[in-house]
């Protein structure tokens, strides 16, 4: 995901506090048995109306990166320790006639009812937290509730942290547990499925589910470079031109990532750059990010420093209380001064489009972030037994790109969802149009009408977008006939939210 800085942009911005809804709120007789069915095997269970000044019930049905999940409100919320308890919950709830239930782990994703529920029950993962190194330090159990802060601050007086910092989290960021049956059937036994297994040489690891790479490299702590730096807005055509420069260089040093996001607060008509770097070791060599260093920035918060420094200070900069939605696309990297072309003028037309109109939306603030998807990533992927997302590295070299709005109150809530689809429906109409035919850089093969423009990034997707059908060379038919085979009632997709095998 982009680099979310709107404590940049919102520092003098008070947030009211909310306080927990006391009203009485009616739930169906089938979703109240189930909650004092699984309230009886022993799992804590707390309900509004019993539990509603209880900590452990708000932080649950209200604390989510967007405040817009909290408008629901779950019959009950439960609090399974192991596996076996998970196991349980969920043969209740197949025995429970039209009970809705979700999953939440960090309560990251902004889409409503995908971790969140209105009169169902509310699985809360926030007791299979731990991260547990074993005796002889060969391998890890972490739970599905950890967020990677957490486990990295856990293996970092090891020396064994991970080297996945913005991957897919087995639970604390990971908004696909409960999409599906295939997510909800890994669930119930993830306890097992989570370790992280060192090699006998200690330099890599083989990490269960929420894991992007098959091996992690290892490091032992402060062996990292990285962090924030933040620019002017009129670096936005050197900043972008570096970007499309990287991404298409990436392959000469994959120890190297950015991530370059644009931002622009209504309220103040501020805008501003913020570039996330990242270097696997101590040292990045002076050319890898020599445009961007010859770039001047406002601020430099990039540092030798170690894995769990780099993760916390960027969860730190999360911003609760606000209601966000996300959206993402992908864009073809489109060989020099064509792709410097095409990034500049999607910036300015976003740029454009967002302070036309959102002026009349206080408290608005728009984000776009470019994420480079270089060939050699895929390449790593298919070389260590595929992907689920059917990516080729013959295909070349994408852009992964995110747009984020924030607002205020549920009153923007129709303004954001309209303006976030214009947004991506407006740039995959003119890159289709006016590139048609261009290939990407790296491309040595593939339909350039389809796999220029797709996957589309999980992490990023909003509700309406048809993410898993955007997986490529099968690889949506491959996951359905697997979601088919464990679930043939449909029993997950049809009680939960998330995006759907169709």
Request: proline residues 6%; contains cysteine.
């Amino acid at each position: 995901m982009g680099v979310n800085l709107r404590h940049f942009l919102l520092s003098a911005l008070v947030i009211p506090g909310s306080l927990p809804v006391t009203t009485a709120t009616a739930f169906s007789a089938n979703a109240t048995t189930a909650c004092q069915s699984i309230s009886s095997t022993g799992t804590e269970t707390l309900t509004l109306q019993a539990d509603a000044l209880n900590p452990q019930w708000i932080d649950a049905q209200s604390h989510y990166w967007s405040a817009a999940n909290a408008d629901l409100y779950p019959a009950c919320a439960v609090f399974p320790t192991s596996a076996e308890e998970v196991s349980q919950i969920v043969s209740i709830l197949q025995n429970s006639t039209g009970v809705t239930f979700a999953v939440k782990s960090g309560g990251h994703n902004p889409n409503v009812g995908f971790s969140s529920v209105d009169g169902g029950v509310l699985i809360s993962m926030s007791n299979l937290s731990s991260t547990v190194l074993s005796q002889d330090q060969t391998t890890a159990d972490i739970g599905p509730g950890a967020r990677w802060a957490e486990v990295a601050e856990a293996l970092d007086p090891s020396g064994n942290s991970t080297g996945v910092t913005f991957a897919v989290k087995s639970g604390g960021h990971n908004p696909n547990v409960g999409f599906s049956s295939v997510d909800g059937g890994v669930l119930i036994s993830m306890s097992n499925l989570s370790s992280t297994v060192l090699s006998q040489d200690q330099t890599t690891a083989d990490i269960g589910p929420g894991a992007s790479h098959p091996e992690t490299p290892l490091l032992t702590p402060a062996e990292i470079w990285g962090g924030i730096r933040s620019y002017a807005a009129t670096e936005a055509a050197a900043i972008l031109n570096a970007t499309q420069n990287f991404t298409e260089n990436y392959y000469k040093d994959p120890k190297a990532a950015v991530i370059v996001t644009g931002e622009i607060a209504i309220d103040s008509l501020l805008e501003i750059f913020v570039v996330f770097f990242f270097y696997d070791g101590p040292s990045p060599p002076d050319d890898v990010f020599a445009e961007f260093n010859a770039i001047p920035s406002l601020t430099d918060g990039t540092k030798v420093r170690s894995y769990y420094d780099l993760i916390n200070s960027d969860d730190s900069t999360n911003l609760y209380g606000l209601r966000y939605l996300i959206r993402g696309t992908t864009l073809p990297n489109l060989p020099d001064t064509t792709g410097k072309e095409l990034y500049n003028y999607h910036y300015n037309e976003w740029k454009n489009y967002v302070m036309t109109e959102g002026i009349l939306l206080p408290g608005f603030i728009f984000s776009l972030a470019f994420q480079p998807m270089p060939y050699i990533i895929p390449g790593q992927s298919v070389a260590a037994g595929g992907n689920a997302l059917g990516m080729n590295p013959a295909e070349g070299d994408r852009m992964w790109m995110e747009y984020d709005i924030s607002w205020l109150t549920a009153l923007g809530d129709d303004s954001a969802h309209s303006m976030a689809m214009n947004i991506t429906a407006t740039i995959d109409e003119y890159v289709k149009t006016t590139y048609a035919g261009i290939p990407n850089t790296h491309y040595r093969s593939g339909d350039l009408e389809v796999e220029e423009y797709n996957p589309i990034f999980l992490n990023d997707a909003m509700y309406d977008q048809m993410t898993l059908q955007s997986y490529e060379n099968d690889g949506y038919a491959k996951l359905k006939a697997i979601q088919q085979r464990v679930d043939p009632t449909g029993f997950f997709p049809s009680r939960t939210g998330g995006f759907k095998f169709t």
